[in-house]
């Protein structure tokens, strides 16, 4: 493989996502920790980190940073503002050339003499030798990113998945690439791959007679629901990233999975904000037994999922109702709002504001209690 390579237009849209999602990461995780009196340590660790630039289009005329450059340029900013903070940044590929391009690239800009290390290996062996040492640190104990990109399914064992996110404080960024996962899961090569991937045998129970769109939605619902109870992910929010002429059925999606709503609720705003761009990144809502895969999430009835849970909780707190809609549908704050606006003024159910809270709206610390049928 020539290095570096042509980056690809979706590639262009991952990494806005990463760089608005770490840049924001990192801000809040820093003055959490120094509001604490903790050290301000975060640690980025990216399993397929790629040479570290790109060309920008086919003419090579110029370069674009790939995700560990992207993170590190983030670093050495927040670290200027603060000489306190500190961010390790610690790298796998199992491509030589990747690897020396990379770790030049990052010592050549690592003016702030930090730990950035690019490790030359197999993902899933050198994350396990890198996890023993970090098991000795007291770095375990504060928050790790960490980013999953390889090119295809395999090399990511869902056990593997589930060591990282036994850490009080990581998080997992992972690039799946459902699109292979029906092209491929019935061959014999793959098998072995599949059982990793899946961590268990259910993905053989796919309906062979259903159209590629059907084995797709139950390749995604299969996996989300492994990280939940194989991996132990508590908040796991499946990203569809839209390739035009490839309508329902993209080819990858950007799974986020972690411990906290608040992570949650970071990574679907900056969505949310890079969303209006050719190749855009869709929630897609969660529910219990099914995603609502094929809605077309502007569609999604918010209003309605909001009623149901309302009416089942019978009285709740405004933050609960966000945290849960954040987790299991489309919605994301103004929308949550709006969508309850909508139910008291319908007078389904009724909002119960502290003394000095505006009629216009409804945020933390109101009561929520559903009246309607
Ligand atoms: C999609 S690229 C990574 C792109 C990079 N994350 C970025 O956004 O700039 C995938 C990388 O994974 C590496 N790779 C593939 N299989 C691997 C494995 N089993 N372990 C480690 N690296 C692997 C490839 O050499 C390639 O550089």
Excluded at 152 to 166: A, N
Excluded at 266 to 280: I, L
Aim: hydrophobic letters at 35%.
């Amino acid at each position: 493989m020539e290095i570096p390579w042509v980056i690809e237009e979706p590639t262009k849209i991952k990494h806005e996502l990463l760089r608005q999602y770490i840049a924001a990461w990192m801000k809040i995780l820093f003055s959490t920790n120094k509001n604490y009196g903790r050290p301000q340590l975060v640690t980025y660790i990216d399993g397929f980190c790629g040479p570290g630039e790109y060309y920008c289009d086919t003419t090579k005329a110029s370069k674009c940073a790939g995700s560990p450059v992207l993170v590190a340029n983030i670093a050495n900013d927040l670290i200027l503002a603060d000489r306190q903070r500190e961010v390790a940044i610690l790298c796998i590929d199992e491509n030589k050339k990747c690897v020396e391009s990379l770790q030049s690239i990052l010592n050549g800009i690592n003016t702030n003499n930090q730990y950035w290390q690019v490790y030359h290996g197999d993902f899933e062996q050198q994350i396990n030798t890198i996890l023993d040492e970090i098991d000795t640190k007291a770095i375990k104990d504060y928050p790790m990113f960490f980013f999953v990109d390889p090119f295809g399914y395999s090399g990511f064992p869902m056990q593997t998945l589930k060591r990282i996110l036994s850490y009080p404080r990581s998080e997992i960024f992972i690039n799946y690439m459902v699109y292979d996962v029906v092209r491929f899961w019935e061959q014999d090569h793959a098998e072995q791959s599949m059982l990793e991937l899946f961590g268990t045998e259910e993905y053989k129970d796919v309906d062979k007679t259903q159209d590629a769109e059907q084995r797709q939605l139950f390749f995604m619902n299969l996996y989300c629901k492994n990280l939940r109870e194989i991996a132990k992910s508590r908040y796991v929010m499946p990203f569809r990233i839209n390739t035009p002429g490839q309508g329902v059925r993209p080819r990858y999606y950007l799974i986020h999975a972690s411990q906290h709503s608040k992570a949650l609720k970071v990574m679907k705003d900056n969505m949310a904000r890079v969303s209006d761009v050719e190749y855009r990144f869709e929630a897609i809502g969660v529910k219990t037994t099914q995603m609502s895969l094929f809605e077309d999430p502007g569609k999604v009835d918010l209003r309605n999922r909001i009623k149901d849970y309302c009416k089942e909780q019978g009285t709740i707190s405004y933050d609960e109702i966000e945290e849960w809609a954040y987790a299991n549908t489309n919605g994301m704050g103004k929308t949550i709002k709006e969508a309850l606006m909508q139910l008291e003024q319908e007078g389904l159910i009724e909002i119960q504001r502290k003394p000095r809270q505006k009629n216009n709206t409804v945020t933390t610390g109101a009561q929520i209690k559903f009246i309607g049928e």
